[in-house]
C-alpha cells in the first residue's frame, strides 16, 4: 500500500471497518510512515472530542406525550382518516394498544436482562477465554467474513460440524473462527463483530441432548448468553449491550 | 418507545430547530406504524431511523430545498499532499458550541452521515442502509465531512502566539 491508498483507507481503518488481511497492511503502512499515523490520529481526536460534547439531542418528555396521544386518540389523525372501514378500526385498536404494550415490554425485557443471574464455572471460563482472545490478539486462527470458508475449516480440527452463519446483514459480520479449549475439550470458537465490540461464540457438542431457553448472565462486566440447541451447546461472549448480545443470539435460531 | 432519542437526535441535526424536528418524528412514528407489517425483524433501529431520514428529507424539500443535493458525491476526493499536523490539543481545547456550529455548518449530506456514525456510533453498512447510498459513498461522505470539521475547527482556534 502506497500513502494514497493509505490517505483513502484511514477513515475506514479509524472506524474499524477494515477486514482482518486489509488492517494488518494498514497497519505496517503505518509503523513506517509518520504522515499516515498523524492522519489516523486526528480522525481519532475529531472522534472522540465528538464523542466528548454533549451533542445528543434527546426526546423532550412532551414528544413523547404526543406521540403517544397521536398514536392512542380513537379518531386518528387526519393523515389516517383517509383509510376507511372495519379494517381502519381494527387498525386503530391495535396502535392504540402497541405503544403501551411495546414500552412496558420493553422496560420488563430490559429489566429481566440487566438481572444479573447466579455465575458459574462455565462462565467463568468462557469469559477468561473470550478476554484471552482479546489480549494475545489471537482473535482468529481463520480470518474470513464467509462461513463458507469458516465452517469448513474446522473439519478435522475438531470432531463436529458447528454452524456457522453469516449474519453481516443483520449488522453483526462475521470475522473468522478459532480453536479454543473449554470444559476440557476443544471447542470452536466463531467471531463475530458488533460496530467495534467483538462477540466470541463457543460451540461444543452437548452431554445432554436437550434444547434449553437462552441464560444472561454477567461476569466481570462481559454479557454471557448460553443456550442449548440441536445437541450443541452455545455460549456468545461480548461487552455489547445485553440488548444486542440477545438480538444476535436469536439470530443464530 | 423505543430509539425515540436516536430519532429525535437524527431530525435535530438534519432541521437544526427543535419544533420541526418533533413534527417530524412524530410524522415518522406514525408512518412507522403504519408500515410496521413490511418490517422484517431486521435491525430497527435502521428502519426507524430510515423512516425518520425519509421523513426529514420531504420536509426539507418543502421548506428548505435549497439546503439539500448541494454536494456531489462524484467529485473527487482530493488528496493533501501537505504533511498532516497534530490536532489532538486544538479538539481538545475546542468548546461544545464550537463543535455544534461546525456540525450545524456542514452541508445536510455529510452532516447525517456525522451523526450516524460518531453519535449512533453505526456501521458503514447501518449507514449505507438508511441514507440508501453504497458503502463508498459513506466513507467517501464521513472523509470529506472530517475534512471540513477539522478546518472549521481549525480555523475558529485562537492562536496562541509565542
Request: charged share 25%; glycine share 4%.
Amino acid at each position: 500500500m502506497n500513502c494514497r491508498e493509505i490517505k483513502v483507507l484511514s477513515h475506514a481503518y479509524a472506524d474499524r471497518e477494515l477486514d482482518l488481511v486489509r488492517a494488518t497492511e494498514f497497519e505496517q503502512h503505518l509503523n513506517g510512515c509518520r504522515s499516515c499515523s498523524q492522519e489516523v490520529e486526528n480522525i481519532r481526536a475529531l472522534s472522540s472530542a465528538l464523542k466528548s460534547s454533549t451533542l445528543y439531542f434527546r426526546a423532550p418528555a412532551s414528544l413523547r406525550n404526543r406521540i403517544h396521544q397521536s398514536t392512542c386518540a380513537r379518531n386518528g389523525t387526519a393523515r389516517l382518516r383517509h383509510r376507511s372501514g372495519n379494517r381502519e378500526v381494527a387498525w386503530m385498536q391495535w396502535i392504540r394498544w402497541l405503544i403501551p404494550v411495546t414500552a412496558s415490554a420493553t422496560v420488563i425485557l430490559l429489566a429481566l436482562l440487566s438481572m444479573p443471574s447466579r455465575t458459574d464455572g462455565e462462565t467463568e471460563e468462557v469469559v477468561s477465554s473470550h478476554v484471552r482472545s482479546l489480549m494475545a490478539n489471537h482473535l482468529t486462527d481463520v480470518a474470513s467474513s464467509d462461513q463458507h470458508t469458516v465452517k469448513p475449516w474446522f473439519d478435522g480440527k475438531v470432531d463436529f460440524a458447528p454452524p456457522v452463519t453469516n449474519l453481516a446483514d443483520h449488522g453483526f459480520p462475521l470475522v473468522g473462527g478459532r480453536l479454543d479449549y473449554l470444559q476440557n475439550r476443544t471447542v470452536a470458537a466463531e467471531v463475530y463483530q458488533r460496530n467495534k465490540h467483538v462477540i466470541n461464540l463457543f460451540v461444543w457438542p452437548s452431554t445432554r441432548n436437550r434444547n434449553t431457553a437462552k441464560k444472561v448472565t454477567i461476569e466481570k462486566g462481559y454479557n454471557v448468553i448460553t443456550w442449548e440447541d440441536a445437541g450443541m451447546s452455545f455460549s456468545a461472549v461480548s461487552d455489547l449491550n445485553p440488548v444486542e448480545l440477545r438480538e444476535f443470539a436469536e439470530l443464530l435460531k | 418507545m423505543p430509539h425515540l432519542d436516536a430519532a429525535y437526535n437524527l431530525a435535530r441535526w438534519l432541521t437544526r430547530n427543535e419544533h420541526d424536528a418533533q413534527d417530524i418524528v412524530q410524522d415518522a412514528f406514525l408512518r412507522a406504524l403504519k408500515f410496521f407489517e413490511s418490517f422484517r425483524g431486521r435491525n430497527s433501529r435502521s428502519w426507524l431511523l430510515t423512516i425518520v431520514r425519509n421523513t426529514a428529507y420531504t420536509w426539507l424539500e418543502k421548506n428548505r430545498k435549497h439546503e439539500i443535493g448541494t454536494i456531489s458525491d462524484e467529485e473527487i476526493e482530493s488528496i493533501q499532499d501537505a504533511e498532516p499536523n497534530p490536532e489532538a490539543h486544538l479538539l481538545k481545547d475546542a468548546d461544545n458550541q464550537e463543535i455544534m456550529n461546525a456540525i450545524a455548518e456542514l452541508p445536510v449530506e455529510f452532516r447525517e452521515a456525522v451523526i450516524l456514525r460518531e453519535l449512533e456510533e453505526m456501521s458503514y453498512k447501518e449507514i449505507a442502509d438508511v441514507l440508501n447510498v453504497p458503502l463508498g459513498t459513506v466513507m467517501s461522505r464521513l472523509a470529506r465531512a472530517r475534512r471540513q470539521l477539522q478546518e472549521s475547527l481549525r480555523h475558529h482556534q485562537p492562536r496562541v502566539s509565542a
